[in-house]
Structures are given as C-alpha cells and as structure tokens.
Antibody
Framework: QITLKEFGPPLVKPTQTLTLTCNFS??????????VGWIRQPPGKALEWLAL???????RYSLPLRSRLNIAKDTSKNEVVLTMTNMDPADTATYFC????????????WGPGARVTVSS | QSALSQPASVSGSPGQSITISCTGS?????????ISWYQQYTGQAPKLIIY???NRPSGVSKRFSASKSGTTASLTISGLQAEDEADYYC?????????FGGGTKVTVL
C-alpha cells in the first residue's frame, strides 16, 4: 500500500525559503520507474504542477517556477524534499506530494497536503 | 505555459450524463496519449479516476469514461449521482512534466 505525507511549516515570511518534505511508504525511489511529484493548490484555485523527481535522479520543473525550485530525494529515508525560494503571499497554497511512474506521469497516490501561508 | 481549458462549471440532474471538456494544443493534449483526470472533494486530496486517456484505475466506477479527439479530451459521467458533486481536473503529459486544467465544478441538481 502506497502512502505519502507532506511536512512543512504552516507559515513562512515573504522572501524566505520554504522547505517541504514528503515522507512515503509502499515503494522505493531506488526502483526503476518510480517517481514523486509536487503539486500545489492556492485556496479556491486550480491544481498547479511544480516539480517531480524519478528513481534515476532525473528531475523536472514547472517552467514559470524553475528558478525558485529544487527537488531532491533521500532514498534511505524514503523522502523527497522540495525547496522554494523567495516566497511571496501568492505562494500561499496547499502543497501536495504524489506518487507517479515514468511514462504516463499520472499521480495515482497523493498525500493529504500541507497548508502553507506566506505572510509577514 | 497556460493551464488547459475546462469549463468552470457543469451541472446535471441525478441519472443524467454530463461531459467535461479539456482543451489544449498540439504541445499537450494533442501531442500525447497520456491524459489523466482527477476528482477532488472540498478539503481533500485529488483522486485519480482516469489515466492514459481512457483507463480507469481499479475501484473507480464504470460511470466514469473518457476520450480524446485532437486537442480536446473529454470526461463523461453517466448516471449522475449526488456523490459525483466535486471538482474535476484534467492533466496532460508535456515535454517537461505535466500540465493541469483549470478545473470544473460539477453540481448535481
């Protein structure tokens, strides 16, 4: 059974860096084909894909946010970490991590989400 | 890259069928066979209901079906039920990752 859960600060100040951790079980990011993605959703708005990382260290980023994002994995801890620099109130959202596989990039399993508010 | 275009809302009476469109371009919907659809209830994480354009994951109701023609993908919910009232998002594979639609709120009258 695949499960994921996001951890991170509920509140960050503008210009600060956000660090979110996705802890997962039921699969390994050392196994061929496995991947984890990050998706966010501002209050009342649509889903927005941010980044993803595969078992082979390949990572992909949303073009508009590429310069602010970094995604990394710790296979031994079953964790994926997303950092987003220079946070702005417009980045206030629920941040989800989700399991995917290379090829179709559908997200079959999701964490419950971590609500992040950017405010001074 | 702009979000895929979906109608903001679609409504129907119980038992009816409704269809949600998802329009993109040749760089997304029209260029790949990897279209997925997600159902999201308020306050919950999205749930995958369609993958690879037409396939349903195990456990998803057969009332959900989907297709694609050119640069438009479509999700059909047949035999509409009260439990289908939710937000629905399409998602397309793109060269650098994925692109979501703007979402459609389905209301059961």
């Amino acid at each position: 059974q695949i499960t994921l859960k996001e951890f991170g600060p509920p509140l960050v100040k503008p210009t600060q860096t956000l660090t979110l951790t996705c802890n997962f079980s039921g699969f390994s990011l050392s196994t061929s084909g496995e991947g984890v993605g990050w998706i966010r959703q501002p209050p009342g708005k649509a889903l927005e894909w941010l980044a993803l990382i595969y078992w082979d260290e390949v990572h992909r980023y949303s073009l508009p946010l590429r310069s602010r994002l970094n995604i990394a994995k710790d296979t031994s801890k079953n964790e994926v970490v997303l950092t987003m620099t220079n946070m702005d109130p417009a980045d206030t959202a629920t941040y989800f991590c989700a399991h995917t596989r290379s090829g179709s990039l559908d997200f079959g399993y999701w964490g419950p989400g971590a609500r992040v508010t950017v405010s001074s | 890259q702009s979000a895929l275009s979906q109608p903001a809302s679609v409504s129907g009476s119980p038992g009816q069928s409704i269809t949600i469109s998802c329009t993109g371009s040749g760089s997304d919907v029209g260029g790949y066979k990897y279209i997925s659809w997600y159902q999201q209830y308020t306050g919950q994480a999205p749930k995958l209901i369609i993958y690879d354009v037409t396939n349903r994951p195990s456990g998803v109701s057969k009332r959900f079906s989907a297709s694609k023609s050119g640069t438009t993908a479509s999700l059909t919910i047949s035999g509409l039920q009260a439990e289908d009232e939710a937000d629905y998002y399409c998602c397309s594979f793109i060269a650098i990752g994925v692109l979501f639609g703007g979402g459609t709120k389905v209301t059961v009258l």
